[in-house]
């Protein structure tokens, strides 16, 4: 198995981080809108189905998300890759700013590159969507 763990520092409270990842059905307005065209939840909400900027749709099992360790994780159910797993946890680095990490784990290990380089636009993505939202309401 193959693993990713990519982290980035946002200018912005952790608080404010977390509020925004936690809400796993409006990720797509609340996260990363350069990135994701839509989000809805299964009718459980078990799972969501995400629709990427580029068309791409992919179902998204809601794992965890957890407050207390202001953690989120979820699976990936795709033709491409076997087994997925992410998270994303963001941690206080003080002064008012966030530290994110994203952590995958995934089958077939021949993904990395492929995956590597999603998600590290994606965290781009969320860090300019983050720092914009939080410039925007000071």
Same mark, same amino acid.
């Given at each position: 198995?193959? #693993?990713?763990?990519?982290?980035?520092?946002?200018?912005?409270?952790?608080?404010?981080?977390?509020?925004?990842?936690? $809400? *796993?059905?409006?990720?797509?307005?609340?996260?990363?809108?350069?990135?994701?065209?839509?989000?809805?939840?299964?009718?459980?909400?078990?799972?969501?189905?995400?629709?990427?900027? $580029?068309?791409? *749709?992919?179902?998204?099992?809601?794992?965890?998300?957890?407050?207390?360790?202001?953690?989120?994780?979820? #699976?990936?159910?795709?033709?491409?890759?076997?087994?997925?797993?992410? #998270?994303?946890?963001?941690? $206080? %680095?003080?002064?008012?700013?966030?530290?994110? *990490?994203?952590? %995958? $784990?995934?089958?077939?290990?021949?993904?990395?590159?492929?995956?590597? #380089?999603?998600?590290?636009?994606?965290?781009?993505?969320?860090?300019?969507?983050?720092?914009?939202?939080?410039?925007?309401?000071?």
């Amino acid at each position: 198995m193959a #693993s990713i763990h990519l982290e980035t520092l946002i200018d912005t409270p952790p608080e404010a981080a977390w509020d925004a990842i936690r $809400d *796993v059905s409006q990720i797509h307005v609340r996260l990363a809108p350069g990135v994701l065209a839509n989000t809805e939840m299964e009718p459980d909400g078990g799972a969501r189905i995400v629709t990427f900027r $580029d068309g791409r *749709v992919v179902r998204e099992p809601i794992l965890d998300v957890d407050d207390g360790r202001r953690r989120a994780s979820w #699976s990936l159910e795709t033709e491409r890759l076997s087994f997925y797993c992410a #998270s994303l946890q963001v941690f $206080d %680095a003080g002064a008012g700013k966030t530290r994110a *990490v994203w952590i %995958a $784990d995934f089958l077939p290990h021949t993904a990395k590159e492929v995956l590597s #380089s999603l998600i590290a636009g994606n965290l781009a993505a969320i860090k300019a969507h983050l720092e914009s939202v939080a410039t925007a309401t000071v």
